[in-house]
């Protein structure tokens, strides 16, 4: 009786560890296929942001060249950042 309870008690507890592996490849899974829907939302959401101000006129850093000079400062800026 007692050898048959410790093959029992040993099955279980691989069965356990497996279905604890399999558990967190599961989640591990769904973690990174949530964290890429975030990231093609958070993209998608920049790409809206960008192409908005750029109909309105503001250029973004990144489509300016090397060499170009980059904007001036206003007065007010330059007084708050301690540049003036």
Do not use: W
Request: charged letters at 25%; proline letters at 2%; one cysteine or more.
């Amino acid at each position: 009786m007692g050898l048959v309870f410790c093959y029992l008690a040993r099955n279980l507890a691989l069965m356990t560890d497996q279905s604890h592996s399999e558990f967190m490849a599961r989640y591990f899974a769904d973690m990174k296929e949530e964290s890429r829907k975030q990231l093609a939302a958070a993209a998608d959401l920049i790409a809206r942001f960008t192409v908005m101000a750029e109909s309105k006129g503001v250029s973004s850093a990144l489509s300016r060249s090397s060499t170009s000079k980059p904007p001036e400062l206003s007065l007010r800026r330059k007084a708050l950042l301690g540049s003036f």
